[in-house]
């Protein structure tokens, strides 16, 4: 389906031909202005007879939208690591809310808690349902290859940081990503340093009314096992996560952080 966020040409029966300006891909409901009309008008893309500019119908209910961008990722950190660009890495976690998951893309040293920050590497589910994203000059709707060349002319430098090997890494997404692609992604660390970890891998659906996902499980990326915490009176790892959701520096902090 065609990209919907603000910019898209519509086509309404009774308005004519529209432009959005306000997008909710959670919800379904748009904001449009028709002509020289003053005021938007709001429209709910499931029930409203609304279609693309060529005519091609908006069918939101049947085929609706990604409404997380981690799908796109991951197939672009793929197409990298063939590439050899094998020291990127894909982080994504809950928000506390439990709607939304964020995202962080990070080069160098694969340590998961000590992630460099890079201006444009790192987003949220939250700012993509309002505009589909990834704010790096990349378009709606851009394809893994048009996402590379954006992202290689966004920041050169800090692309050039992830060229060098990491075999294991690799080869374990890659696995994932014929798993899950392109209706799943996957989510590291838990919002509860108190809660036990999955034995497998937690596997989210991108788009919404997207049946629960029943492949194989996914082991957890190499070196995972080494943030958990030791249980020095039991001599064993205990297999809590001290990954926690409010990692991010508060000069950091994502908006509609909820």
């Not at 065609?2 to 909710?24: D, E």
Request: hydrophobic fraction near 40%; aromatic fraction near 12%; glycine fraction near 8%.
């Amino acid at each position: 389906m065609k990209p919907i966020a603000p910019g898209t040409i519509i086509f309404h029966r009774h308005r004519g031909y529209g432009v959005l300006t306000a997008v909710n891909l959670l919800t379904g409901w748009v904001a449009a202005r028709f002509g020289d009309e003053s005021r938007t008008l709001d429209l709910n893309l499931s029930t409203d007879d609304v279609q693309h500019a060529d005519g091609e119908s908006i069918l939101f209910h049947r085929a609706p939208p990604e409404r997380m961008p981690h799908a796109r990722l991951m197939a672009m950190v793929r197409d990298l690591h063939k590439a050899g660009y094998e020291r990127l890495y894909l982080y994504s976690w809950p928000t506390p809310s439990g709607l939304h998951w964020r995202w962080q893309l990070f080069t160098g040293p694969r340590h998961w808690m000590q992630r460099p920050w890079r201006e444009g590497w790192y987003g949220s589910g939250a700012d993509y349902n309002f505009n589909p994203v990834m704010r790096w000059g990349d378009a709606p709707g851009a394809s893994t290859t048009e996402l590379i060349h954006a992202l290689a002319q966004f920041d050169p430098a800090g692309l050039a940081q992830a060229l060098g090997r990491d075999e294991d890494h690799t080869n374990w997404f890659a696995a994932v990503c014929d798993a899950l692609l392109p209706n799943y992604a996957y989510s590291l660390g838990a919002d509860d340093a108190n809660k036990l970890l999955l034995p497998r891998l937690p596997v989210i659906a991108v788009r919404q009314r997207q049946r629960d996902y029943l492949g194989p499980d996914l082991p957890w990326p190499p070196g995972w096992k080494h943030i958990w915490r030791q249980d020095a009176w039991a001599g064993r790892h205990d297999p809590r996560s001290v990954v926690r959701h409010d990692i991010i520096p508060t000069s950091l902090r994502l908006p509609f952080d909820i």
